[in-house]
Nanobody, 124 residues
Framework: QVQLVESGGGSVQAGDTLRLSCVVS?????????VGWFRQVPGKEPQGVSA????????YYADSVKGRFTISQDAAKNEVYLQMNSLKVEDTAMYYC????????????????WGQGIQVTVSS
C-alpha cells in the first residue's frame, strides 16, 4: 500500500517561509517517475505548483511560484520537500503531493497516489 503523508503546513504572515514535506512509503523511491505538489482552494480545480522527476531530478514550477518555491528530494528518506519563501496571501490553499504519474504531464496528468493534504494559510 502506497502512502503519501504531507507535513509542514500552518498559518503564517505574508513574506514568511514554510517548508512542506511529503513522505512516500510502500514504494521504492527510485522507481517513482514523478512527484508533484498541487494546491486547491474551495470551489476551484487543483492547481499544479511544482513537480520533480525522481530520476534525473528535473523540476518544474507554476509561473505563480517561480523564484519563490523550490522543490527537492531526498531519495534516502523517500521524501520530497517544497520550500516556500516570500509567501503571499494568494498562496493560501490545501497542498497535496501526488506520485505515480499514469498518463499526461507533470501538471496535467493523472496521478495514482495522493496524500491527504496539508493546509497553508497566509495572512496579510
Amino acid at each position: 500500500q502506497v502512502q503519501l503523508v504531507e507535513s509542514g503546513g500552518g498559518s503564517v504572515q505574508a513574506g514568511d517561509t514554510l517548508r512542506l514535506s511529503c513522505v512516500v512509503s510502500g514504494y521504492i523511491y527510485s522507481s517513482l517517475n514523478c512527484v508533484g505538489w498541487f494546491r486547491q482552494v474551495p470551489g476551484k480545480e487543483p492547481q499544479g505548483v511544482s513537480a520533480i522527476y525522481a530520476t534525473g531530478g528535473l523540476t518544474y514550477y507554476a509561473d505563480s511560484v517561480k523564484g519563490r518555491f523550490t522543490i527537492s528530494q531526498d531519495a534516502a528518506k523517500n521524501e520530497v520537500y517544497l520550500q516556500m519563501n516570500s509567501l503571499k496571501v494568494e498562496d493560501t490553499a490545501m497542498y497535496y503531493c501526488a506520485t505515480d504519474l499514469l498518463s499526461g504531464t507533470y501538471f496535467n496528468g493523472t496521478y495514482n497516489w495522493w496524500g491527504q493534504g496539508i493546509q497553508v494559510t497566509v495572512s496579510s
